[in-house]
C-alpha cells in the first residue's frame, strides 16, 4: 500500500457515481436502485476501513495522506486547489460516516420498500454521503465550502421527500434558509481569510498544532472575526443557539434520514468545522469563550425542549441538539478538549443513530404514530427494538460502562479543568444537563415501552399526529395497531449500532487509544481541575440518579395520561420549543417585513422617481438627438465638416495651452 | 524640362538603367495578401468565362478556399516568429509583419470566412422561377422597378460578382492595419472603400434605400478620404515623408533633414498637427465615431444584411488596426496633444450611440447605434497608449466582429412578405415561436451589453482595465454609464422577445441552409468561449501587442 492517498478520491466517487446513476437511470432502476446505493455506500466503507488500516500501519506524524486532484480555480493570486486531506481526524469521521451512513442504508431498504420513489431516496442518501465525505476530506476552506453547501442541499431535498405534505415542505425550507444564515458566515470567514492570508488551504493557514501556519502572525482582532463567523456556520449547520429552530422540524423527513443526517453524521459537521480550525480558535481566547457560552446553553436548551414533546422524534430531536451543546463546548475549551468531542461525536453517532431506528421501527409497528403518549407497554411485542433501544438509552444517559458514560463524563471533566469561575459554571451547566438527560430519555422509555398499552381501544393516527408517514399506508388507517417486529434488515443495523453503543467508548478509553490516535492532529493538555476525576464521575452519577429518579416518579409509577395536561408555563414554552419560532417571527420576520415595507417605500419615491427621471431624461435626449440624422447626405456631411474643424481646433488648442 | 533630359529619354547609353534597384519584395510575408488579391482577380475571370449557371459554385469554391489559404499563410506566419521576434517591415518600407497586424489580419479573415457564408445564403428568399437567389439584386445596373429588372428576376439571375468584390474588400482591409506608410494607407483605404460601396447598393429588396444608402455612404466616404488625403499632404510637408518611421523620428525630433526641398516647411507644427488631426478624421468616419458617425445607420439600414454584417465587423476591424498604428507607431510623440481630444471623441460617441439607440424602432438602426457605442468603447482603449491597451483593443475587435455577425444573421432569418422583418414591433413574442433563434439573438444582445460569461464582458473589461490603467478613469466612468444606457436597449429586445405576445401576422423564421447555420453556430461558440476561457485569447492578444517600428 505505497499509494493509499490514491484510494481517498474513490472515497467520494463511490457514492458520487450512486447518486449520478439513481437521480439520473430513471424508472428501469426502480427495482435494484436501492441495492445499488447501498452497495456503493459500503464499497466506501470499505476503502475507508482499507485506508484505516494503512493509517495504523504508519508512524503517528506520518498519517497525513494528501492527494491532489486538480486545480480547480487557477487565477494569478487566487488558487483553490481540488486537494484531499486524509489525517486521523477525517479518517475518524470517514469510517463514522460510511459506515453508519451503510447500516442507515440497509435499514432504510426496509423502511422505504413500499415507497414508490424509494430508488430517489437512495441517490439523495449517497448524494448525501459524497457530500459528506467531501467537507471532511477537503483540504480547503473552499472545497469544505463545496461540501458545505452539498450536505446543505442533501439535507433539504430528504426533509422535503414527502414534498406531498405541506408541513414536510415547510419544514425543508426552514432548514434550509436558516442554513443560509450559518453559511454566510462561513463564506465570509473564507472571504476573511482569504484577504488576512491570502489563501485558504489548511495546511498553510493553520499549520499543525505545534507548529502554526500563517495563522500565527494574525492580529488576534483578525482571528477572533474569523473564529465568530465560523461559529455562526457552526450554529446554522449543528442546531445550535440561535440558530437552532430548524432541527425539530427537520423530524419531517423519513426517519433514516433523522437518524443518519440530523443525529450521527451532518449536523456534527459544526464540531469539525471548530475543531479543524483548532488553530484559530486556540489564538482567540474571547471566540473560544463564546463558542463555550454557545455549547453550555443549547445543551441546557436542547434538553429541556426534549422533556416536554410528546412526539418521540422530537424528543430525540433535542435531545441531538443538546448532546451537539456537549460537543460544541468541549470544542470551546481548545485542548482540552479538542479529543472529547470528536469522541463523543462518535458515540453518539451510534447510539443516537441507534435510538432513531429504534424509533422508527417503533413507528413502523404502530402504523407511523409519533406520540408516545399512545405508546406503551411494547417491549413485549418488539423485544429487539426494545432491547436495542434500551441500550443506546442506558449509552446516552451515560450508565456506567457504556460508551455515552465515557465520553460525556470526560467532556464535564475538561468544562472543569477550564479553569476559574469560568470552569465551575461551565462544569455546573455539564451537569446540570446530565440530569435532565437522564430525566427525558427515562421518560422516553418509559412512556415507550413500559406501563399500560394505551393504543388499545383506540384507532392512531389522530389528526394532530402531525408525522404521519405515507410509506406504510398499507398497514391500514384508522385501525387499531398491531405492534410487531420490524424486519430483519431493520433490526440488523439496530444490533450493530447497539454494539457500538455499549463498548465503542469503553473501547477508545481504555489505555487512552482515541486520545492517541487524534492528538497528533488536535493536540491536547490535560488542563487542571479543581476536582479530581473521581469526584467528577460521582457527581455525574448523583445527577443521573436524580433525574431517573424524577422520571420514574412522574411516569413510572404514575399512569400517563393519552391527552397531554396543560402544564406549568416552562412545560408549554418547552413544548413550543422555547418559543424558539415565536422570537424569530417577532424579531426576524416582523422586523424583516418592517425593514422591507420601508425599503420598498423609500423604492418607490426615491430610488424610482430618480430611476425614472433619468430615464425619461435620457428618451428625451434621445429623442432630440435623432433629429440630428434627418436623412441628408448634405447634413451629414456639414456634421463630418463641423466635427474635423473642432478637432483640429481642439488638437492646435492642446497645443497652445 | 531642360533638353539634356529630353534627350536622356532618346538614349540608353548615357545611364545604363541597370543602376536602378530592383525593389525587394518578400513574398511569403505577403502572402496573405496577395492569395485574397489573385483569388479575386480569379474571381473577375470566373465572372468573363464561366457558365452563369456554375459561377455560385465556382466563385464560392475560390472564395472559400482563398480566405483558407491565407488564414493558413497567417497563421504559418505567426508561428514562425513573425508576429514576436521576427516582426519588421516588408516591401520597401510599405508593409509592416508584426503581432498587431497578423492578428488583425487573422481575425478579419475569419471574420470574412463566416460573412461569406451569410454572403452565400440561397434559402432565405423563396424561389424565383426555379432558381434560388441570394440576399442580393438579380441584376445591379437595372433600374428598380424596370421591365428590364423583372426580366432579370424572370431569368433568376444572380450577382455573383458580389464574390470577388468581397474578396478586394477583404484585401484591402488586409493591408490597411498593416500599412505601414501613408500612401499604402490610403491606397488601402480605397482599395476595401470602393468594394464596400458597391456591395452596399446591391439588396435585392428595398432597392432603392439600398441605392440611396451607397450614395450616401460614397459621397461621404469620399468626403472623409478627402481629409486624409490632405492629411497625410500637410504631414509630408512636415516630415518630407510618408513613411510612418521617419515621421515619428522626426516628430521626435531624432531626424531634423530629410527633403532639403522642403526645408521651408519642416518641422512646422502647424502642419503637423493639422494633418495628424485630419488623418485620424478619415479613420475615424470608418469607425464611425461621432460626429462622424451619420452616415452608419442609414447605410447599415439600407445595405444588404450580410453586407452589414461583414461591414460592421471587418471594417472595424482593419479600421480601428490602422488608428492604433498611426496613434502608437507615428504619433506616441504628440500623445500630450492628441488624447485629450480623443477622449472628448470616445466620450460623445460613447454616449451619442448609447443615447440615440434607445429611440430606435428598426433592430438594424439599432445595432447600427449600437456599434457606434462599442466604436467609443474600443476608443478607451486605445486611448490607454499602453500595451495592454493594444492588446486589449485588439482582444475586444476580435470578440466583437464575431457577435456582430451572429447578430446579423440572425436578423436575415426573421422574415415576412417583403423580405426581412426589421421593424422591432415585428419581432414581439419570436421567443415563443423560435425559441432557439430568440435564444441565440438574446446571447448576441447579452454579449453586446457586456454580460459576463459573454465574449463582451471579457472585452469590455479588459478595454476598461486597460484605460483605467492607462489614467483615463473618468473616462472609464462614461464608459460604465453608457453601458448601462446601452443595457436598457440591449434587453428591451429580449423583453420584446420572450415577454410580449407574439403578434398574429407576424414575421416567420426562416430555416436557413447550413451556411447561415454555421455563421450564426460560430458566432455563439466564439461568444461563449471568449467569455467563459478569455484567458488563452487575452494571452495570445498580448503576445500579438507590439508594433514593429
Request: glycine share 10%; charged share 15%; hydrophobic share 55%.
Amino acid at each position: 500500500m505505497t499509494n493509499a492517498e490514491n484510494l481517498i478520491a474513490l472515497l467520494i466517487a463511490a457514492p458520487l457515481l450512486g447518486a449520478a446513476v439513481l437521480l439520473t437511470g430513471g424508472r428501469r432502476l426502480d427495482a435494484v436502485g436501492h441495492w445499488v446505493g447501498t452497495i456503493l455506500a459500503a464499497a466506501s466503507f470499505v476503502f475507508g476501513a482499507i485506508l484505516f488500516a494503512d493509517l495504523l500501519g504508519k508512524n503517528a506524524e506520518h498519517r497525513t495522506l494528501i492527494q491532489h486532484l486538480w486545480t480547480w480555480i487557477p487565477v494569478e493570486g487566487f488558487q483553490a486547489d481540488v486537494t484531499f486531506r486524509l489525517d486521523q481526524l477525517s479518517m475518524t469521521f470517514v469510517l463514522l460516516i460510511t459506515g453508519v451512513g451503510s447500516l442507515i442504508h440497509l435499514y432504510s431498504i426496509g423502511y422505504m420498500e413500499h415507497d414508490e420513489r424509494r430508488r430517489r431516496f437512495f441517490g439523495y442518501l449517497n448524494l448525501f454521503l459524497a457530500a459528506m465525505l467531501l467537507l471532511v476530506l477537503a483540504d480547503n476552506y473552499l472545497l469544505l465550502y463545496v461540501g458545505w453547501e452539498g450536505v446543505g442541499l442533501a439535507s433539504y431535498l430528504l426533509i422535503g421527500f414527502w414534498q406531498h405534505k405541506p408541513s414536510a415542505a415547510t419544514a425543508a425550507k426552514k432548514a434550509f434558509l436558516v442554513n443560509r444564515v450559518g453559511d454566510m458566515g462561513l463564506s465570509i470567514a473564507i472571504m476573511l481569510m482569504f484577504t488576512t492570508f491570502g489563501t485558504f488551504a489548511f495546511g498553510p493557514v493553520l499549520g499543525s498544532h505545534e507548529k502554526p501556519g500563517l495563522v500565527d502572525g494574525a492580529s488576534e482582532a483578525t482571528l477572533t472575526g474569523i473564529a465568530l463567523m465560523l461559529l455562526l456556520a457552526a450554529c446554522g449547520k449543528s442546531a445550535q443557539v440561535p440558530l437552532q429552530s430548524w432541527l425539530g422540524d427537520a423530524m419531517e423527513g423519513p426517519t433514516p434520514v433523522s437518524a443518519l443526517i440530523h443525529a450521527a453524521t451532518m449536523v456534527t459537521a459544526g464540531v469539525y468545522l471548530i475543531v479543524r480550525s483548532a488553530n484559530i480558535f486556540n489564538l482567540a481566547p474571547d471566540a473560544q469563550l463564546v463558542v463555550t457560552v454557545v455549547g453550555a446553553v443549547t445543551l441546557l436548551f436542547g434538553a429541556i425542549v426534549g422533556c416536554a414533546k410528546d412526539d418521540i422524534k422530537k424528543a430525540l430531536a433535542g435531545s441531538t441538539m443538546s448532546q451537539i451543546g456537549y460537543m460544541v463546548l468541549a470544542a470551546g475549551l481548545g485542548p482540552i478538549g479538542y479529543v472529547f468531542a470528536i469522541m463523543h461525536l462518535v458515540t453518539h453517532g451510534f447510539f443516537k443513530a441507534g435510538l432513531f431506528l429504534g424509533a422508527g421501527s417503533v413507528m413502523h409497528g404502530m402504523n407511523d404514530e409519533v406520540d408516545m403518549r399512545k405508546y406503551g407497554g411494547l417491549r413485549k411485542y418488539m423485544p429487539i427494538t426494545f432491547v436495542t433501544f434500551g441500550l443506546g438509552y442506558l449509552a446516552i444517559i451515560g450508565f456506567p460502562g457504556l460508551s455515552g458514560f465515557f465520553s460525556k463524563d470526560k467532556i464535564i471533566e475538561a468544562a472543569f479543568a477550564k479553569g476559574g469561575t469560568e470552569g465551575w459554571i461551565l462544569g455546573a451547566c455539564a451537569l446540570l444537563g446530565a440530569a435532565i438527560t437522564a430525566f427525558y430519555m427515562t421518560r422516553v422509555m418509559l412512556m415507550t415501552f413500559f406501563g399500560e398499552e394505551r393504543w388499545k381501544n383506540q384507532p392512531t393516527r389522530s389528526p394532530e399526529a402531525p408525522s404521519a408517514e405515507p410509506a406504510a399506508a398499507h398497514h391500514g388507517e384508522h385501525a387499531e395497531p398491531h405492534p410487531h417486529e420490524s424486519p430483519k434488515s431493520m433490526t440488523i443495523p439496530m444490533i450493530v449500532l447497539a454494539f457500538g453503543s455499549v463498548f465503542a467508548g469503553g473501547f477508545f478509553s481504555i489505555g487512552d487509544r482515541f486520545l492517541h490516535w487524534l492528538e497528533p492532529v488536535t493536540g491536547h493538555s490535560e488542563g487542571d481541575s479543581p476536582l479530581s476525576a473521581a469526584t467528577v464521575t460521582g457527581a455525574t452519577m448523583v445527577c443521573l440518579l436524580i433525574g431517573v429518579a424524577i422520571a420514574w416518579a412522574q411516569y413510572g409509577r404514575r399512569p400517563v395520561p393519552v391527552v397531554a395536561p396543560r402544564g406549568s408555563l416552562l412545560t408549554r414554552a418547552a413544548r413550543r420549543d422555547l418559543l424558539q419560532d415565536d422570537f424569530n417571527h417577532v424579531v426576524l420576520v416582523r422586523g424583516g417585513e418592517h425593514l422591507t415595507r420601508s425599503l420598498v417605500y423609500v423604492d418607490h419615491t426615491l430610488v424610482d422617481g430618480v430611476v425614472n427621471g433619468t430615464a425619461a431624461s435620457v428618451g428625451g435626449l434621445s429623442g432630440r438627438m435623432r433629429k440630428l440624422q434627418n436623412g441628408f447626405a448634405r447634413s451629414y456631411a456639414v456634421s463630418m465638416f463641423g466635427g474635423a474643424a473642432i478637432l483640429v481646433a481642439a488638437t492646435l488648442l492642446m497645443r497652445a495651452v | 524640362m531642360s533638353a539634356t533630359v529630353v534627350h536622356s529619354l532618346w538614349t540608353t547609353a548615357a545611364d545604363p538603367i541597370s543602376k536602378i534597384d530592383a525593389p525587394k519584395i518578400e513574398y511569403g510575408q505577403l502572402s496573405p495578401t496577395l492569395i485574397i488579391l489573385g483569388a479575386a482577380i480569379v474571381g473577375v475571370l470566373v465572372e468573363a468565362f464561366v457558365p452563369r449557371k456554375s459561377r455560385y459554385y465556382a466563385q464560392l469554391f475560390v472564395s472559400v478556399v482563398a480566405l483558407c489559404a491565407a488564414f493558413a499563410a497567417v497563421v504559418a506566419l505567426a508561428a514562425d516568429g513573425y508576429a514576436t521576434t521576427k516582426a519588421g517591415i516588408a516591401a520597401m518600407g510599405a508593409i509592416a509583419v508584426d503581432g498587431p497586424a497578423l492578428f488583425l489580419q487573422g481575425t478579419i479573415l475569419l471574420a470574412s470566412m463566416v460573412g461569406l457564408f451569410t454572403f452565400a445564403e440561397r434559402r432565405l428568399d423563396p424561389e424565383t422561377h426555379g432558381n434560388r437567389v441570394d440576399s442580393f439584386a438579380a441584376q445591379a445596373a437595372s433600374v428598380p422597378g424596370s421591365d428590364s429588372e423583372r426580366a432579370a428576376v424572370k431569368a433568376g439571375f444572380t450577382t455573383t460578382e458580389v464574390f470577388p468584390l468581397l474578396l478586394f474588400a477583404v484585401a484591402g482591409m488586409l493591408i490597411f492595419p498593416a500599412a505601414n506608410d501613408l500612401l499604402t494607407l490610403f491606397v488601402a483605404l480605397e482599395v476595401f472603400s470602393l468594394p464596400l460601396y458597391l456591395l452596399c447598393a446591391l439588396a435585392r429588396r428595398k432597392r432603392l434605400m439600398s441605392q440611396e444608402a451607397a450614395v450616401k455612404y460614397f459621397l461621404l466616404g469620399s468626403f472623409a478620404s478627402a481629409f486624409t488625403l490632405f492629411g497625410i499632404a500637410l504631414l509630408y510637408g512636415y516630415a518630407g515623408s510618408v513613411s510612418y518611421g521617419t515621421i515619428a523620428q522626426v516628430v521626435d525630433g531624432t531626424i531634423s533633414t530629410v527633403d532639403p526641398a522642403l526645408a521651408d516647411t519642416m518641422g512646422n507644427d502647424a502642419l503637423l498637427l493639422i494633418g495628424a488631426a485630419m488623418i485620424v478624421m478619415g479613420l475615424l468616419f470608418k469607425v464611425g465615431a461621432v460626429p462622424f458617425h451619420m452616415w452608419t445607420p442609414d447605410v447599415y439600414q439600407g445595405a444588404p444584411t450580410p453586407v452589414t454584417g461583414f461591414m460592421a465587423a471587418a471594417t472595424k476591424v482593419a479600421a480601428f488596426g490602422a488608428l492604433l498604428r498611426i496613434l502608437y507607431v507615428v504619433l506616441p510623440g504628440l500623445r500630450w496633444d492628441w488624447r485629450p481630444v480623443m477622449w472628448a471623441v470616445a466620450i460623445v460617441t460613447m454616449l451619442g450611440g448609447a443615447i440615440v439607440a434607445i429611440t430606435q424602432t428598426d433592430i438594424k438602426r439599432l445595432l447600427a447605434y449600437s456599434s457606434i457605442a462599442h466604436a467609443g468603447f474600443i476608443l478607451a482603449g486605445v486611448i490607454a497608449t499602453t500595451p495592454d491597451g493594444v492588446s486589449s483593443v485588439l482582444f475586444y475587435l476580435a470578440a466583437y466582429s464575431f457577435v456582430t455577425i451572429g447578430a446579423f444573421a440572425v436578423v436575415t432569418l426573421v422574415r415576412d412578405a417583403g423580405g426581412e422583418a426589421t421593424h422591432l414591433s415585428k419581432w414581439a413574442g419570436l421567443g415563443r415561436r423560435s425559441p432557439l433563434v430568440a435564444a441565440v439573438f438574446a446571447v448576441f444582445l447579452l454579449a453586446f451589453a457586456g454580460i459576463p460569461l459573454t465574449s463582451g464582458f471579457a472585452g469590455k473589461f479588459a478595454v476598461f482595465k486597460a484605460a483605467a490603467e492607462g489614467g483615463a478613469a473618468p473616462l472609464v466612468v462614461v464608459g460604465v454609464i453608457s453601458s448601462a444606457i446601452a443595457a436598457f436597449f440591449y434587453i428591451r429586445v429580449i423583453v420584446l422577445m420572450f415577454f410580449s405576445e407574439p403578434r398574429p401576422e407576424g414575421p416567420t423564421v426562416a430555416v436557413p441552409s447550413p451556411l447561415t447555420m454555421t455563421a450564426i453556430g460560430v458566432g455563439v461558440a466564439v461568444t461563449l468561449v471568449l467569455g467563459v476561457a478569455p484567458q488563452y485569447f487575452l494571452d495570445l492578444a498580448n503576445q500579438a501587442g507590439v508594433f514593429v517600428r
